[in-house]
C-alpha cells in the first residue's frame, strides 16, 4: 500500500496547550503524518504558542473580541486555515463554540477533544461532573464537531478508573494523560483514510479491535481465595 500524504492541519487554542504538545510530538517523533501548517489561538496570552513557535511552526493570534458577531470571527478563522492549505483542524483547548460558518466550512474536517466519557457531562467542569455524579468511570473523547455543543461523531474514547480519594485535579491530570495518547491516534485514523461518519456513528476501517471481553469493573471484584 502507498504511504497517504502527511495531513495539512491547522490547531486551535486558547491556553496551556498540552495537547497541542502532543500533537506535535507525535509528529515529531514519526508517529504522525501531519504538517502542522499553523496555529491559532483566540489569546494572545496563551502558553500553547509559545510550545508553537519554539518547534517552529507557524502561529497567529486572532482575538474574538474584535469581532461583531461569533459568524464574523469564524469567517476570519475559515480564511486563515484555507490561506494556510489546512484539512483538518484540531481544536484543542479552544475556548470558542463554533458556529455554522466553521462548522459547514470544513465538514467532518473539525476534531475536538473533551475530558468526558460523551455523552456524558458536555461543556465546562466536565471531570469535576463526574467526580460529583458519582461514576466509577471517567474518560475523555475525540470527535468529529457538529452544530451542538460537545455533539458529533465520536472517534477515539479512552476511560479511566475514578479512584475513591480523588479531587478534581487528581482526576482531571489521569484524563490528561489519557487526551495526551487519543488525540494524536485520531488525527493518524484520519490521514490514514480510516474514519467514515455514517450518521453518529464513526465506523474505523482496519484497525484493531478491543478484546470484547475485557470488560474494566471498578471496584475491581477481590481475587477468589
Ligand atoms: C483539555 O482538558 C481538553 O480536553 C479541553 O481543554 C483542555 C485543554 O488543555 N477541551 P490543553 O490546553 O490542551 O493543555
Known sequence: MTEREPVGLGVLISGRGSNLQSIMNAVARGELRAAIRLVIS????AAGLTHAQAMGIPTRVIDHRRFGSREEFDHALVETLRAAEVELV???????LLSPAMVNAFPNRIMNIHPSLLPAF????????????????????????SAGTDDGPIIVQAAV?????????????????????????????????????????????????PDEKAALVNPPPRPAG
Open 90 to 96: 484540531a481544536c484543542a483547548g479552544f475556548m470558542r
Open 42 to 45: 483566540n489569546r494572545a496570552d
Open 161 to 209: 478508573p475514578v479512584m475513591p480519594d480523588d479531587d478534581e485535579q487528581t482526576l482531571s491530570e489521569r484524563i490528561l494523560a489519557q487526551e495526551h495518547l487519543i488525540y494524536p491516534l485520531a488525527i493518524k485514523l484520519f490521514q490514514e483514510g480510516r474514519l467514515r461518519v455514517s450518521g453518529r456513528r464513526v465506523v474505523v476501517l482496519d484497525t484493531p479491535q
Open 122 to 145: 458536555p461543556g465546562l467542569h466536565a471531570q469535576k461532573a463526574a467526580l460529583e455524579s458519582g461514576a466509577r468511570f471517567a474518560g475523555c473523547t475525540v470527535f468529529f464537531v
